[in-house]
């Protein structure tokens, strides 16, 4: 039989058929499933070495066999329904309780042979038996008597792990939202074709794990819903005030307290906390580049991430401006209406192919992630594993390796492999071959993920791609430096966000009176991205250097940087004072090794344009060093790094 839909969702375990079973496990990722069995009924002998995962390349896309042998498949995918059955018949749906060294061992079974370090990572990631990230103590306990509020600003991803944590604890917290809703980027960015390019298995919260995923890399109201779910599910959104835009924030050495002022639907108003949480993060503020006659244009013009739903774009001329991320995924979809589309192209993307980007997971697939308890878990936890370290060894520059463009032998591999992939994708159209392969190392700039969309979009009669500089811009088109004007009716600008700018729209006044744009001068610094000097409990979230490239995952480090604040206010709350502040010591060791660190991988070393930079050409965006250095480093303010009083 072929299994052409999805097992109804009220169609349990209990009631699929042996011959449904089979089908299903033909879809199944089998070193995710094999654990998972083994977790279940604590039969440990399901973990056969020829079952492991085998050590393949995750560069080009993870293998959802595990890399076996089709006879080792097999083989593994008939145990497996030997032990479901078995498992169905005992009619014992808890998992059988065992010991961490037992734990270790299914984990170990997808990761292979791993630094005993590692271990708290993982059955952090893993989520069970316990969440490890939840606060180990609570404010009635600790500090009954203090007041101690917190103001967290900005309900995306990491405000709202902030406030779920805090609530965890029994702080006061309010949250303030300038939209409509929570979500952040995720609201903002409503373009067509707006999608995950990192799977949403580890672009999840490990304390809020489910298995109703319908894609590798979920669209985005996928993602969107699953954050108001979180906002829902927590009973975080009582707590949010939304429309309300924080315009300052002024420390009052005195009495060691924050004075916001906010607006919103009632007006301006002046809140007072002891604490601060920014999570408004690094891609909030749309960049509009600054290109001669901007505001001249007379048709339709708005950024990705504001996006203007009135215009129907159907028939119309239409000009792209950028070819990053966003511009990446909403050029396909114009492309399919517009009359005419022109795209403008400064730099190339590097491009991973991606076979499954665009479609929904297999049927069988989707059936076990929701239906198999704990499934999700593992399948989870092996997509976390690949991006742990990742591929940060391909960006490692080797000094020794001389080429014009790769930064050392393994970048070269993985730089033949993705121009090879380019030029069989465009080898009936050369010409944009030529104008679509970077002359910059991998990893030197964000890469970006295809299955066949973005090229054949490329490739219609009706698009053309431009690599000309745009020189100005007048009421009726684009002008480029070979004196063509390109007339069009509307403009659409994918040129990214001001990233480097860190909280630029906010007035930020800390001890002294100090401002955060006086110190950091445009060049945004903190420790670990969350606490800074002269800036008394103020704690950054997704702040400079944290935002990641070749390792990692950014809901990781948020949840990282949370639990580390939530430890900074324990020990703040058991010390007795009012404050806490980073000293300018550990702070300025620190950042020298995070830009030392830089210079040894491809996007310190290169010259390409990039929003990982800021305007001084320092890589002040992304995490340099390994996931487990963050990981460790935020597990609570070591001894000497901080001043109380």
């Not at 103001?151 to 300038?178: C, D, K, N, T, W």
């Not at 070393?605 to 305007?615: C, E, Q």
Request: proline share 5%; glycine share 8%; aromatic share 10%.
């Amino acid at each position: 039989m072929a299994l052409t839909t999805v097992v109804p969702n009220d169609v349990r375990l209990a009631d699929v058929s042996a011959d449904e079973l089979t089908e299903i496990l033909k879809h199944a990722h089998l070193p995710s499933l094999l654990v998972t069995l083994a977790f279940l009924t604590g039969d440990l002998t399901l973990l056969k070495e020829e079952f492991k995962p085998a050590t393949v390349s995750v560069s080009l896309g993870m293998d959802p066999s595990g890399g076996l042998s089709p006879e080792a498949q097999e083989r593994a995918r008939r145990e497996a329904l030997e032990a479901l059955l078995r498992y169905r018949e005992e009619g014992n749906f808890e998992p059988v309780r065992l010991n961490n060294s037992q734990l270790q061992e299914l984990m170990q079974f997808i990761t292979g042979p791993v630094d005993e370090a590692y271990i708290p990572l993982m059955i952090h990631e893993l989520g069970i038996p316990v969440d490890l990230g939840a606060p180990k103590w609570n404010k009635h306990d600790v500090a009954p008597d203090t007041t101690f509020r917190v103001a967290i600003i900005g309900a995306g991803m990491s405000g709202l792990v902030a406030a779920h944590r805090l609530q965890q604890a029994g702080i006061p917290y309010v949250v303030f939202e300038r939209s409509i809703d929570v979500g952040g980027v995720w609201l903002d960015n409503d373009y067509p074709g707006a999608r995950l390019d990192t799977s949403n298995f580890t672009y999840s919260y490990s304390f809020s794990q489910h298995g109703t995923w319908e894609d590798q890399y979920s669209t985005r109201d996928a993602v969107l819903g699953y954050l108001q779910g979180v906002a829902d599910d927590f009973g975080i959104r009582e707590n949010i005030r939304f429309h309300t835009k924080v315009t300052s924030a002024i420390f009052d050495d005195e009495a060691g307290t924050w004075a916001l002022t906010v607006t919103g639907p009632d007006g301006t108003e002046e809140i007072t906390t002891e604490a601060v949480i920014s999570a408004v993060g690094q891609l909030n503020e749309p960049n509009i580049p600054d290109i001669e006659g901007v505001s001249t244009f007379n048709g339709d013009s708005w950024h990705t991430a504001r996006w203007n739903h009135d215009v129907d774009l159907s028939g119309k001329r239409v000009a792209v401006i950028g070819t990053g991320a966003s511009a990446f995924q909403v050029i396909p979809k114009i492309a399919e209406i517009a009359g005419q589309l022109t795209v403008f192209q400064r730099t190339p993307a590097w491009v991973i192919p991606t076979p499954g980007y665009t479609k929904v997971l297999p049927v069988g697939l989707r059936w076990l992630l929701e239906n198999l308890q704990h499934y999700h878990r593992f399948y989870r936890f092996n997509q976390f594993w690949v991006n742990v370290d990742g591929i940060r060894y391909l960006a490692v520059v080797d000094p020794e390796w001389k080429h014009p463009v790769s930064v050392s032998a393994k970048n070269e591999g993985m730089r033949a492999a993705l121009e090879t992939f380019l030029r069989t994708s465009f080898a009936d159209r050369p010409d944009l071959a030529d104008k679509l392969v970077p002359q910059y190392p991998p990893y030197a700039k964000r890469t970006l993920r295809d299955d066949g969309t973005w090229s054949s979009a490329l490739k219609r009669e009706n698009v053309t791609m431009v690599t000309d500089r745009i020189t100005r811009i007048t009421e009726t088109g684009v002008v480029t430096d070979d004196g063509i004007l390109h007339e069009v009716d509307v403009i659409v600008y994918g040129t990214g966000f001001r990233a480097s700018e860190f909280l630029s729209t906010l007035k930020l006044q800390g001890r002294d009176g100090k401002t955060l744009d006086e110190q950091w001068g445009g060049d945004a610094r903190a420790y670990y991205g969350i606490t800074i000097p002269n800036f008394p409990n103020l704690f950054c979230l997704y702040g400079p250097n944290t935002n990641l490239n070749v390792n990692g995952s950014v809901v990781m480090f948020s949840e990282a940087a949370v639990e580390y604040t939530l430890e900074c206010i324990q020990a703040l709350l058991e010390s007795g004072h009012k404050t806490m502040e980073v000293r300018q010591e550990p702070f300025d060791e620190f950042n020298k090794h995070i830009d030392d660190t830089s210079k040894t991988l491809a996007v310190g070393v290169s010259n390409v344009n990039s929003w990982y930079k800021n305007k001084f050409g320092r890589v002040s965006q992304n995490w340099p060093l390994t996931t487990l250095e963050y990981w460790e480093g935020t597990r609570g303010p070591r001894p000497g790094d901080y001043d109380y009083k």
